[in-house]
């Protein structure tokens, strides 16, 4: 372990899984799901490599931001960090929802609903709150958040983190080293699977995901529950060597809820409704609950052990990695709208989408960073003169450190 107390492991595994959005985002226009905009050669090919991600991938974000306000109160008084939190995430936030996310909507109702008018007419019609955009009874809400939802929830999460860490006092640390005591051996797979499961019993069908904050129980769920359990975990070191230990047993009970999953969702309508499957959905939500906690549970055990170190790599894609997840999706779908009357080859086509959203998203990044009004905007710190000499000195660190 690291002489600091900062978990570089979760700094990691954060970056990576942002990385991952990029892949999902632009599998999202390939696969038979609703989406923003849709691929002429959209079918279920890739969509088991979707599901290996889907059920584990923003839970797993919600712990490790979890991990990180429980560091941010130690170091810093409730009220500062609620302000400081509120600044660096509202802030991007609302900038996101008026500059970066339009873009998305208006190529959506270009598709889906063959709206003819120019971008500026659109942006009329989405700063007033028009909700005339239907498909039936499929209306797109305007302004919208798409997918910086996160960050709303994120925000909420920590507010209300912040409030119950106030009250508790003390006791916060009781219950943290409480749960330290609870989580061993096979008790670190079953509890959190069992609280997940409870959820997805009692609320999962009465309340669908909408990713709008109100009225989307189930997901509040099971996400402030693994932003708490994350909280709760960040300074119990032995919880974490433990984790460690089992990444093996975790990475096969991954593995095989997963592929079960598959099998079970790749099942013919006709099939899936008859009595003799139907008696085993039950089970089958468990296992998807299996399915979101030991991918976590792998992660981190793999990270922790191979991963816990600090570089000046870490120390810039953590700075990129808030910027790039603002962008990405609003570069990927503006692209793929761009890129259909080229008729490339989806699998070309689709490389390119990744390797243009990382670029762009990069060079912006590259540019903000050293703009000082421009950084809250995307999320980042005040520019001070360390900010500067840091942001002309890493590429050199990073060439260095990769040679």
């Not at 259909?340 to 070309?348: D, Q, R, T, V, Y």
Request: positive net charge.
């Amino acid at each position: 372990m690291n002489h600091s107390n900062r978990l570089y492991f979760l700094d990691w595994i954060r970056i990576f899984a942002f990385c991952v959005l990029i892949f999902y985002h632009t599998g999202m226009y390939y696969v038979t799901w609703d989406w923003h905009v849709k691929s002429p050669f959209a079918s279920d090919a890739i969509e088991p490599l979707m599901i290996l991600s889907s059920p584990w991938r923003l839970g797993l974000l919600f712990m490790i931001s979890g991990v990180a306000t429980a560091f941010m109160l130690k170091k810093f008084r409730v009220g500062a960090l609620l302000r400081q939190r509120s600044w660096r995430l509202l802030v991007p936030l609302i900038f996101g929802m008026f500059v970066i996310v339009p873009p998305q909507a208006y190529f959506e109702v270009v598709e889906k609903v063959a709206y003819q008018g120019s971008y500026a007419e659109f942006m009329r019609l989405y700063v007033s709150g028009y909700h005339g955009f239907c498909r039936g009874t499929d209306c797109l809400a305007m302004p919208t958040w798409n997918h910086l939802w996160f960050v709303a929830y994120l925000w909420a999460y920590t507010m209300i983190a912040g409030l119950i860490v106030w009250l508790l006092g003390a006791r916060f640390q009781k219950a943290s080293d409480a749960l330290g005591r609870l989580l061993s051996g096979w008790t670190i797979v079953v509890l959190p699977v069992l609280v997940l499961a409870i959820a997805r019993f009692t609320l999962a069908d009465r309340f669908p995901a909408t990713h709008a904050l109100t009225n989307d129980w189930y997901n509040h769920a099971q996400y402030f529950f693994l932003f708490s359990l994350g909280a709760l975990m960040a300074v119990q070191g032995g919880l974490w060597a433990k984790i460690e230990t089992l990444r093996w047993t975790s990475l096969g009970l991954w593995l095989t809820s997963w592929a079960l999953i598959v099998c079970y969702w790749s099942m013919p309508e006709a099939l899936a409704n008859t009595p003799e499957v139907q008696q085993w959905r039950p089970v089958f939500r468990v296992i998807y609950c299996l399915c979101q906690w030991t991918p976590i549970l792998t992660v981190c055990g793999f990270g922790r052990r191979h991963l816990n170190f600090d570089s000046a790599k870490r120390r810039y894609l953590t700075e990129a990695v808030f910027p790039v997840y603002i962008l990405h999706q609003t570069l990927i779908v503006s692209m793929a709208h761009w890129m259909k009357p080229i008729k490339l080859a989806p699998g070309i086509e689709g490389v390119f989408l990744i390797v243009l959203t990382f670029g762009f998203s990069f060079g912006v990044f590259e540019v903000v960073r050293r703009i000082a009004v421009l950084r809250p905007l995307f999320g980042l710190g005040p520019l001070t003169s360390q900010t500067s000499a840091y942001a002309a000195q890493v590429p050199a660190a990073a060439a260095t450190h990769g040679q």
